[in-house]
């Protein structure tokens, strides 16, 4: 008997999350190297940037999330080597901004793809 190998639907929004995510990373990775190599005064205000990039969840996280023991730590550790604020700036935006970003990616890309689908499927009928 012939089987039918289906696509598997997941791979491709999970690629599409993925490229969403590491091309925020890689803006972050670019702005925390910016701030820690130029030490000018107040160069870890750029990380405000990303709080409007990263809205819906920024505010949530810095709340919540920047005065943890695992970010103070960081920090603490950040301040031996030169950076401290940007390195807490860098951990919540590059780990739960990019996060958010996959997500986005993700869910549009099937919005996207199951609205081609129903677009196809309308056009059979007619």
Not at 11 to 26: D, E, M, Q, R
Not at 34 to 46: D, K, M
């Amino acid at each position: 008997m012939l089987q039918v190998r289906r696509p598997n639907r997941w791979k491709t929004p999970i690629a599409v999350g993925l490229a969403v995510y590491a091309l925020h990373f890689g803006l972050c990775t670019a702005l925390f190297a910016t701030v820690h190599i130029n030490r000018q005064s107040q160069g870890e205000f750029a990380w405000m940037l990303f709080m409007e990039l990263d809205y819906p969840s920024s505010g949530f996280l810095w709340d919540h999330l920047a005065d943890t023991r695992m970010l103070t730590y960081a920090m603490d550790w950040g301040y031996t080597w030169g950076s401290g604020a940007n390195l807490r700036a860098f951990l919540i935006h590059a780990i739960f901004g990019g996060l958010q970003w996959f997500l986005l990616g993700f869910v549009a890309y099937a919005l996207v793809r199951a609205l081609r689908a129903e677009c196809a499927r309308r056009s059979s009928e007619a």
